[in-house]
């Protein structure tokens, strides 16, 4: 199978909160016809740009399965920072709105 078909990783290394086990966190990039464009120009950089756009076709960034893993309580913050891939977007995942401080709850 071609890397231009799809792609997806799971990290499922990460400890659950409460210790009794572990749990995967997600991401799932689809192979249209962007995604495709983007790997034969080698900008490869752009690709968390798509994906964060493209929810609509079941794309999920590492960063929202985490986010979407602590909110629910099964990883701690400290956990979801580690495995992220850009602290920033966490935060603002976690915090929609930063001066509140307070945890979007799903």
């Known amino acids: ?28 990039m689809i192979a249209n016809p962007p995604v495709r464009s983007l790997i034969r120009e080698g900008k490869i950089y752009q690709l968390p740009n798509i994906i964060r756009t493209h929810h609509d076709i079941g794309m999920v960034s590492l960063d929202e399965s985490l986010a979407e893993l602590y909110l629910e309580q099964v990883i701690t913050y400290e956990t979801a920072l580690t495995f992220c891939r850009d602290s920033d977007e966490l935060k603002k995942l976690i915090y929609p709105n930063a001066q509140e401080k307070k945890p979007r709850r799903s």
């Open 1 to 28: 199978m071609s890397i231009l078909y799809g792609l997806s990783d799971i990290y499922g290394n990460i400890a659950r909160a409460d210790g009794s086990g572990r749990v995967a966190a997600v991401e799932v």
